[in-house]
Structures are given as structure tokens and as C-alpha cells.
């Protein structure tokens, strides 16, 4: 098989998964391979999770339930971040995911060759202090995440309103970049100067009677300052008081008065505005992604760390005391989900004859926090890396 094909026919899912363990493990280990990979059902990987504190049985069935909600809203966060990045990164979206690292490598490396973090999550400390840190963190970073992007929406929602305003139809679009002083006469107390939409298949119309729409128009005034696919933008010069007088009449042969009052200043702060507002985009941008990359890391991070504390809660609940059991990451090829399921089932059977008989049912046996996922003869969870898919 080509390199190409056999990285299309994995999964961005992985199954992380355990079953009781013998000494030293190996033989748990080398029996689920050795079945999967000879029909090339998935690739595996040891997934090393370290001694950690068990306490009593009770802590363990209630801390199995706060973990299980945690790793939804973990997850969520994750996902948050990612989404974001996206909306981000607008310009060079193919580039989100070769950004998005777990401690400098990318994610599914991170995955395969899993270290549990000794510093950040001391092994010696209690279960529940462990899962209290990581939701502690990753709520505060869900805070920042927030208060960042509505800074940054703000910034970049005033600019798109700007410009879309510069692209709009000329009934509605900015006059910015458009017209000049001396597109008007200013400072008259008798002489105004109008704005008129007129229609492409009109504008002869328009040269033809203009001047016959009010007694009092500024002979010659007209002059097209600019056009779209649907028409064009000319000025009339008339006398003030004949202003009303000359729009019933311009409606009346589809003529269209744009309402406009010539102000420099306010046409000098909307060009500052504009550049202050692209400026201000820029200048926060790269912050701010570096801000994602560094705490995307930390979430998902978090989140695998999240995934070993409840392989092995759930392992020492399934299995009992002593802890022995082996963690165990599989990869699916698309094609051999299915069959995977099987082979797995008629594997480990033995653990829980009636689990087998309803693999595939969704249910909620207490103290096994398997939530609403399916529940199997073995410790099983499924991590989705599809971070990236926002369709």
C-alpha cells in the first residue's frame, strides 16, 4: 500500500482502551495486536499510564462521574480553541492544523506517544485534586478565551462593517473614497448640490431631462462621479428651494435622490477610522495566535491527561485491586470499524459475558461511568481529532 492510502484509510478517531494485565503486561498487550493488526483492523500503540493514587472505592465512583463531565466540557474547550484559530487564521486556513500542536509535535504524535506530565500533574497527589486542577485551568482559559475573542470580534466586526459599507450598492455604500469638495457647492445660501442615482439604460434620459425637472437647476451642472454594474452616481446643482420640487419629479422618471450632506471632517474620520480599525486588527492578531497556539497545547493536553485519569479510574472500578491492567491505543482503518468491534468482543467476552450480548447499547450502569456512550467487556473510550471539521 502507498504511504498516501494507508494514511487516507485511517481515522483521525483512535479507541483508547485497557483490559486486565498479567506480568508484565506484555502478553495483554501483544494478544490485542497481534489479532487486530494481522487483519490490518488498526495500527496500536502502548498507552503508558503511571501508578497513581487509587483511594477508597467510593472516591472512585464518584469521582468517575465528575470526570466524565469534565471531559465533555474539556473537549468542548478544545474544540473552542480550534474553531476559533479557524476564524482567526482567514486568510491561510489550510495552515490551522500544522499550528495547532500539543507540546511542539502534532496531535496524533502527541496521542501515540503519550508521557504523562510528572510536573504539571504529580502523581502522588490524590485523583481529585488532579481532576480539581485541570478544571480550574482550562475554566479560567475558557474565560480568556472569551474575553479575548470578543476583544478581537469587535475590532474586526467595526472593520467588515466598513468595508462592506465601501462595496455596498450606491444607494447605501460609503462616499469616502468617492467624492471630493469639489464635487459640491459649499457655502452658498442659495445654490445646493444633489446626489442621483440614475439607471445605466437611463442615463440618456437623464442628460436629456434633467434640467427641465425644475425651473430653478443650475444649467450644465451634471457631471457622473462614479457607477456600479447598475447605474451611476451624478451630481445636480440647484437652487435650495426648489430641492423638494426637483426629488417628486426625479422619482417620477426613475430618478433616485441619494440623501447626502457633504462633510469633510466626517470624511476624513471615516478614512482614520478605517486604518486605525486595519491597524489595530493587525496589531492584535499575532498576540492573539500566539495567545491560541500555546494554550491549545495546554487544553489539549489537559484533555488526554483527562482521557488516562478515566481509563484508569474506570480500569481499577471494572477490573479491581490490585491495579494491573494494560492501557492500549488503537487507530481504526476506516473500512474495519465494524470488524474491529468484533474481534475486540470475542476477545475480551470473557470479562463481562453479558456486555458482549449488548455491545452496542447505550446504558447506565452505576459506578461505571461509561455516560452515554456504548458499553463493551473492556475499559473504552474514543477520541475524536477531528478538530478542524466546522461543516
Known sequence: MKKTEAVESKMMEFWLISAPGDQPNQQTWERMNVVTTKANLSTNFKFVIPDLKVGTLDSLIGLSDDLGKLDTFVESVVKKIAHYTT???EDSRDKVQENLLANGVDLVTYMTCFQWDMAKYPVKQPLKNITEAISKQISQLEVDLKTRAAAYNSIKGNLENLKRRAVGNLLTRTLTDIVSKDDFVLGSEYLTTLLVIVPKANYNHWQQKYESLSDLIVPRSTKMITEDADGGLFTVTLFKKAVDEFKVKARENKFMVRE??????????????????AADKKQQYGPLLRWLKVNFSEAFIAWIHLKALRVFVESVLRYG????????????????????RDVLNALYKHLDGAAASFSDTKIDIPGLNVGNQEYYPYVYFRIDLNLFDFK
Open 87 to 89: 476564524e482567526v487564521m
Open 260 to 277: 447626502f450632506t457633504f462633510n469633510e471632517q466626517e470624511l476624513q474620520s471615516e478614512k482614520e477610522e478605517l486604518t486605525r480599525l
Open 321 to 340: 485491586l490490585p491495579v494491573n491492567f494494560q492501557a492500549m491505543l488503537l487507530q481504526p482503518n476506516k473500512k474495519s470499524i465494524n470488524r474491529l
